[in-house]
Structures are given as C-alpha cells and as structure tokens.
C-alpha cells in the first residue's frame, strides 16, 4: 500500500532539512568549488585562506551532510557566525513524501524563489532502491518542452531550467532523507539495498526535463557529484538521458562523460516524429551517428537506448528486427519498458507475451534487452509518469495528505 509521509519537521537527521531556506538568504548547499570560493570572497576572506577554507566547506557539506554552520568543528566560532548571517546550508522544502509498496521513493520539492518577487516552483524526484544499489531520478527542468506523447511530464509546460545548484540539492535532499550521510540514522523499509555501506549509489537524469537543453547546469552538477572528496558518485554511476538534442551529445561525452541514455522508442521517423517530436529535428540518422561517435562510448561504456512498450504501436515482431538493425556497430544495451499509465493517456502497455518475444529477438541478436520492471505506479513514480504538482496540490490537498498519514 502507498504511504503518504507528513514532512513537518520532526526530530533529526532525516528530517532536519524540511523546513524553507530563511528569505532573503541564499544557501551553500550545492554549490561548486568555484562558487563557494566566491562566497568566501564576499565574507572578506583573503585570498591565501579561501582556498582551505572553500575545502573544509566542501567536506562539512557534501561528505557530511551538516545542516548548520555550528557543525563544522574545525571552523572558527567567528567565521561560523559571519557565514550564518550571509548563506544558510537550505535544502529545497520536502512538501510531499510518498513511498510505494515497492520500496520506490517519491518526493516533490518545493524550489525557493530565483528572484524575488517570482513564486516557488516544484519538482519531482525519485529513489529505487534494489538489493546491491540505490539510484536517484532527479529533474534538470521545471516542466518540459519535449511533448513526448506517452510521457506525463510532457504535458506540464516548461517554466525555466534548474540551476546546478538545485540538481545537486535534490541528492543531498535524498541522502537527508535515507540517512545516508556518516553517523546518520539509516531509513528503514521495503526494498531498501541490503548490500554496501550506501543507499544511494546511483544517479540518472531521468526526471523532469530534457537534460541536454539543461546542459550547464547538468555538466557542472555532475562534476559535484562526482567529486570523489564529496558526495562521490562516480561518473560510470552517472547516467544521461536525452530524447535526441544531436548538437549536446559529443559535447556531453568531451567536457562531462558520463553514461548515456537514448529515450528512443521507435524505429521509424516517422512513428517517432509523434512519440517523440524532438526527431523532427534530429532524425534518427543524426541520432544514431552522434551515438556512434559519443566519445566515451566502448564495449565497457555501454549507451542504453529505452523503449517503451505500446500495443499496437511499436511493439511487433518486425520492429525488434528493425531496432536490431538501426543499432548495429554500436555498443549498446536496450531496456525494455513497459509502459506506465497516467490519467488521460490514450496509450495501453504491451502484453507480457508481446513484449517477451520482442526482448527475445533483441538477445538473440546479440544485445542485453532487459524488461524494466515498472517500480513506484501506485505513487505515479514510474518512468514517464514524473510532473509537478505544483498546480494541482492545493493547500488543503496537502493537509489531507497529512492527515491520512497522521491517520495511519
């Protein structure tokens, strides 16, 4: 059964970060090395010490996870008060935590004000957890414009793209919430991983947004996320997803190189030009080449190419022939999605058989096509059913939630 999840601030840690960041003052929490060498600057720091004082930031806050300055021990009592009167160590505000039967995690979290005078934006995230890993599906946009028609999220408009900052602050949000930092209290439940020292391994582009029309703000969170002296999570447990943006993807692979994902779907222009729009733009040719070339690409750096299954649509037996011959010489793994329903969609999954048959065609041909299996629908968590809530929870939508969980 889902579990709705009251977020008013409780004991911590898990829950010491759900309160807004205060107003008026802008927060540490997901900030590059650069960035914070610059907020240094701004407190009057001489330049010989906001080095070694950008790096006792940085361990304070990604490797430790602190939510106040009164934490960092080995920082002057001084310099502790002068931070907290310009910066706060915020995290964006849980509004909503739903956890599924399964395990999956969701949560929508409410964005402060870019400027002041503007309303707070909402974004989804999503934690599946497995036995040997967790991985987190953050967001890169708030809404799309993409309009994918199997896809929830296409139907929000786009409103701006994250900053690096709020990419980076939505894994920090989870670790919070998991108790994943060093000393902090594990969560607890279904499915979590039982193996490793981490519930969080794992992070994937798969959220709101198209990543790639986000594409500075998601290089430059990826290089904080990686950063092995922080949060650490390597670039190999990294993965990128874009529906097609041609132009970025060489780019991504030069100056980024994560792992790549292609939300391909069809093997048609013409059946993609509807599932998909951005491949009137970049047809599958274009596409296809970029990925050939995708400069990390190897036998051991896979792209993943995900194919959402849709009867009647393109789920027959011809088509896995035909996505076998449009991926010949790359090296590539192909998941298999069964597609997950949402309100007003006039698309149906596959039956089981169906899509059994198109994954034995894929293997036999050579390539890994695992079924995806669907995690988190009773949470409308699963892949393509993301989309902000920001306009359809009101606020006496959200006591109601509370009060079933205070019910519960």
Request: some cysteine; aromatic content about 6%.
């Amino acid at each position: 059964m889902m579990t709705v999840i009251d977020t008013a601030p409780r004991t911590a840690p898990a829950d010491a970060t759900t309160s807004p960041p205060r107003a008026g003052l802008p927060s540490l929490a997901g900030l590059s090395r650069a960035r914070l060498l610059a907020a240094l600057a701004e407190l009057g720091l001489p330049e010989r010490e906001q080095r070694m004082r950008a790096a006792q930031l940085w361990h304070w806050i990604y490797l430790r996870g602190v939510t106040s300055f009164d934490e960092m021990t080995n920082v002057g009592k001084g310099l502790r008060a002068r931070l907290a009167e310009r910066f706060t160590l915020a995290r964006p505000e849980v509004v909503v935590e739903q956890v599924s039967a399964d395990g999956t995690r969701k949560w929508l979290l409410r964005l402060p004000p870019e400027i002041a005078g503007d309303r707070p934006h909402d974004v989804e995230m999503v934690y599946i957890p497995e036995s040997d890993r967790g991985t987190l599906c953050v967001s890169s946009q708030v809404g799309c414009t993409l309009n994918c028609s199997f896809c929830h999220t296409g139907t929000q408009r786009l409103v701006r793209n994250l900053t690096a900052a709020e990419i980076v602050a939505q894994v920090m949000v989870a670790r919070d919430r998991l108790g994943d930092y060093p000393g902090a209290t594990r969560a607890t439940g279904p499915g979590l991983p039982t193996e490793g020292d981490r519930l969080l391994t794992n992070i994937v582009f798969m959220g709101m947004g198209e990543p790639l029309y986000a594409y500075d703000s998601v290089a430059e969170s990826i290089e904080i996320l990686a950063d092995g002296e922080g949060l650490g999570i390597g670039k190999r447990r990294i993965t990128v997803s874009t529906s097609g943006v041609v132009p970025e993807i060489e780019r991504l692979g030069r100056e980024v190189g994560p792992m790549l994902a292609i939300s391909l779907h069809a093997v048609r222009d013409e059946l993609r030009d509807e599932l998909v729009p951005i491949n009137k733009k970049y047809p599958l040719k274009q596409l296809l080449e970029a990925c050939r070339t995708y400069p990390p690409v190897s036998n051991a750096k896979r792209i993943t190419f995900e194919y959402v299954m849709l009867k009647g649509v393109n789920d027959s037996p011809a088509d896995a022939r035909a996505l076998v011959r449009l991926l010949a010489g790359i090296p590539a793994k192909i998941n298999l999605i069964p597609f997950n329903p949402w309100p007003g969609t006039r698309y149906e999954c596959s039956d089981w058989e169906t899509i059994e048959q198109f994954s034995d065609i894929v293997f036999r041909a050579g390539y890994s096509s695992p079924v995806r299996t669907p995690r988190g629908r009773d949470i409308l968590a699963a892949c393509g059913q993301l989309k902000s809530e920001t306009e359809r929870l009101s606020a006496r939508e959200r006591l109601a939630l509370r009060a079933m969980a205070a019910a519960e």
